[in-house]
């Protein structure tokens, strides 16, 4: 058993907000998937692992080394490049059949009270 770390940025209305999992890994049972027992945000990196879980001084060190020396210098190339507008989010209509409109309109406040 053991713990895996992992940190991602992401900007926010011009705030750099740090995304950190504290994942639970076995490998000793090959085929098993990995399991998330951890997962902090926040405009701090100390305060997104408190949120994570992640005690380990250790283990924060090198995450904190690992996103300088990776993830800021693509962070200073994206600033060099002309900003292009977000894309609106498509918005798909759902229909709702009759059948969901007679079951709502007969039991549905009996089962909201």
């Known amino acids: 058993m053991e713990h895996v770390y992992t940190v991602q940025t992401k900007i926010i209305h011009d705030k750099t907000y740090y995304f950190v999992?504290?994942?639970?890994?076995?490998?000793?049972?090959?085929g098993l998937a990995e399991l998330v027992v951890g997962?902090?945000?926040?405009?701090?990196f100390d305060k997104a692992c408190n949120i994570a879980g992640i005690k380990d001084i250790a283990s924060r060190q090198k995450?904190?080394?690992?996103l300088e020396k990776h993830v800021l210098p693509a962070q200073s190339l994206q600033e060099?490049?002309?900003a292009v507008a977000p894309k609106?989010?498509?918005?798909h209509p759902i229909k709702i059949t009759d059948?969901?409109?007679?079951?709502?309109?007969?039991?549905?406040?009996?089962?909201l009270n």
């Open 39 to 44: 997962y902090g945000m926040h405009t701090d």
């Open 99 to 111: 059948m969901i409109n007679n079951w709502l309109a007969l039991r549905g406040a009996e089962m």
């Open 63 to 66: 995450l904190l080394f690992d």
């Open 80 to 82: 060099t490049k002309p």
């Open 88 to 91: 609106q989010a498509v918005r």
């Open 21 to 30: 999992k504290k994942i639970l890994a076995l490998p000793e049972f090959p």
